[in-house]
């Protein structure tokens, strides 16, 4: 277990000048928007880039060609000159209220995008909860030295039981009165953003932050890049841009946020097998018995369904405590460590419908329930980490919206 030194530092969270698109030269924001950089898809990438020639994929996601990064840093430098991307006239925060369908019905889920001081991950004050890959760090920290900007922010959480922090958001819009700054639709997702100027408001929403600490949710790799970056530059003035962050944060009992469990797809060997031996009891199941995948473990192949329990006399001294009761933590620990070791294919999908269409197309399915966010508070508090890929956050903050340079 990591240790998370005690420390009397509170979040710190500032207004800043947000660099925006001009819809009158750029065309309709929902056509300028995307997906952060890790959910899309070469696929998506050329729809993306289809949809408009001023798609922010084109600076979040450069084509892999010649210098990606460079062409990246050119691009996002020739809107700003061709004023496609406008800086805010003054430091602002920006609430955002993000609408989307579920199932049938319709969530939305609000938060503030401000610039967050960056702390060191044992400080106490940003909580991560899910490990990283060194591949996906080098690539976003290469962008982000090419761009000297924050293309897509750090999805935070933080904890709002007495709903200060969104009695504060609300007064800021007016109780969503106030006309928004700018408003996107994309499919079944609509976007409304306020840009909140006023210091008096602003002071408010930081003062209200201020008191609770940072979970975060997505963007675990763009945080720690933007500590290596800051490492870089560590002469700099405690005021300096480089010291802070994007961020988007929401309040953990926000009834639009949702998580969805990330559910492992393995190609090939017997390992899985092997290992469902060894450490737990199997017992066939129904389709219909896994939709809310209450049994925590079920493994899925060829139209068969077995839920997992652990065995009473299985050896779990190579499992962190804090993991023995998370049904995906024991899938990675028991079920997978092996099969990654033989160098097996392991996928991720987070849709149940596409992990079970895997399993009847030859693959081995393992279904695991979402992490709820009490789980989450919980793991980051005691200062431990998830497995990678553990929780699915939707829907995604989109890049673009909102860009914080570092000029």
Known sequence: ???????????????????????????????????????????????????????????ELPRPDGDPYAAAAATLSGWRQRKVLKPESADAIYVHDHEFAIGKARARRRGVHVALRLHALDEGIVMPHELTFPKAK?????????????????????????GEVASALDRAIGGGAQRPTAEATVGDE??????????????????????????????????????????????????????????????????????FGTHRIVRGDGAVEDAIGRFFEASPIDRGAIEDLQ???????????????????ADLSAVRPAWRELPVALAEELLLKTARERGVEI?????????????????????????????LQRVADAGERLPQKTTYFYPKVPAGLVVRPLD
Not at 24 to 53: F, K, N, Q, W
Not at 296 to 310: C, T
């Open 190 to 259: 609509r976007h409304r953003l306020w840009t909140i100027g006023d210091r008096v408001t602003i002071g408010l929403v930081r003062d209200a932050l201020a008191k609770r600490r940072v979970y975060i949710a997505d963007g675990h790799h763009r945080y720690e890049t933007a500590l290596a970056y800051l490492t870089e530059h560590g002469a700099a003035p405690e005021d300096a841009p480089v010291r802070f962050t994007l961020a988007y944060l929401a309040a953990l009992d926000d009834p639009g946020l949702r998580i």
């Open 295 to 313: 049994p925590g473990i079920v493994v899925a192949r060829d139209g068969r369904y077995r839920q997992l329990q652990v065995r009473p006399d």
């Open 138 to 162: 080098a690539d976003r920290l290469a962008l982000l030295r090419a761009t000297r900007a924050n293309t897509s922010a750090v999805f935070g959480l933080y904890a709002d039981a007495r």
């Open 1 to 59: 277990m990591s240790r998370v030194r005690q420390n009397r530092s509170v979040a710190e969270i500032r207004a800043f000048r947000g660099l925006r698109y001009d819809e009158t030269l750029a065309g309709p924001l929902g056509d300028l928007i995307c997906p952060p950089y890790d959910v899309i898809d070469d696929a998506d990438r050329e729809r993306l880039v289809e949809r408009s020639p001023f798609n922010f994929v084109r600076v």
């Open 347 to 375: 996928s991720y999908e987070h849709d149940l419908e596409r992990a079970i269409a895997a399993a009847e197309q030859g693959a081995t399915a393992i279904l695991v329930r979402a992490v709820d966010p009490a789980t």
